[in-house]
């Protein structure tokens, strides 16, 4: 049997980290309902290098 990985990215603008991180939980806990067992990573993204990410669940 062969595995493949679901990939999907959502845009999150807001003033810092904590209040990025607070729209991120809302959507991964929506999520959470419909998908069991996610890995989900949050990641700041810059233009001149490369995304910055925490692991959220």
Same mark, same amino acid.
């Given at each position: 049997?062969?595995?493949?990985? %679901?990939?999907?990215? $959502?845009?999150?603008? &807001?003033?810092?980290?904590?209040?990025?991180?607070?729209?991120?939980?809302?959507?991964?806990?929506? %999520?959470?309902?419909? $998908?069991?067992?996610? &890995?989900?990573?949050?990641?700041?993204?810059?233009?001149?290098?490369?995304?910055?990410?925490?692991?959220?669940?």
């Amino acid at each position: 049997m062969n595995e493949y990985k %679901l990939i999907f990215s $959502v845009i999150i603008k &807001d003033q810092d980290d904590p209040a990025a991180r607070k729209q991120a939980k809302g959507i991964i806990e929506s %999520l959470g309902e419909a $998908v069991e067992g996610a &890995d989900v990573k949050l990641q700041q993204v810059h233009q001149d290098k490369p995304p910055r990410g925490v692991r959220m669940t």
